[in-house]
């Protein structure tokens, strides 16, 4: 079993930087992807950026060059710096974590952009 918890979610002004952090707790595997997805007010849920066990990275077209997504496997904690915040970046963001055999969620943190 696993839990994610978030933290570092915010209002900030276009142009701003936020991190994002995601600690897990429960026995982790090596073979792990963990994740940070956002949802906006009638919109899908979609991927931001996902990281493997073992540092492999892909982002979402929207925020390449604007987000990076790291994880410190001593502390079981994934990161994501953001920078250049744009409005349209409004949502709750999730961490995800996929670990064999099971998808968990963390709970959600709001992140406001104003312009």
């Known amino acids: 079993q696993v839990q994610l918890v978030e933290s570092g979610g915010g209002f900030v002004q276009a142009g701003g930087s936020l991190r994002l952090s995601c600690a897990a707790s429960?026995?982790?595997?090596?073979?792990?992807?963990m994740g940070w997805y956002r949802q906006a007010p009638g919109k899908q849920r979609e991927l931001v950026a996902r990281?493997?066990?073992?540092?492999?990275?892909n982002y979402a077209d929207s925020v390449k060059g604007r987000v990076t997504i790291s994880r410190d496997n001593a502390k079981n904690t994934v990161f994501l710096q953001m920078s250049g915040l744009k409005p349209e970046d409004t949502a709750v963001y999730y961490c995800?974590?996929?670990?064999?055999?099971?998808?968990?969620w963390g709970q959600g943190t709001q992140v406001t952009v104003s312009s």
């Open positions: 990281i493997t066990g073992d540092g492999s990275t």
């Open positions: 429960g026995t982790i595997y090596s073979t792990n992807v």
């Open positions: 995800y974590a996929w670990n064999w055999p099971r998808d968990y």
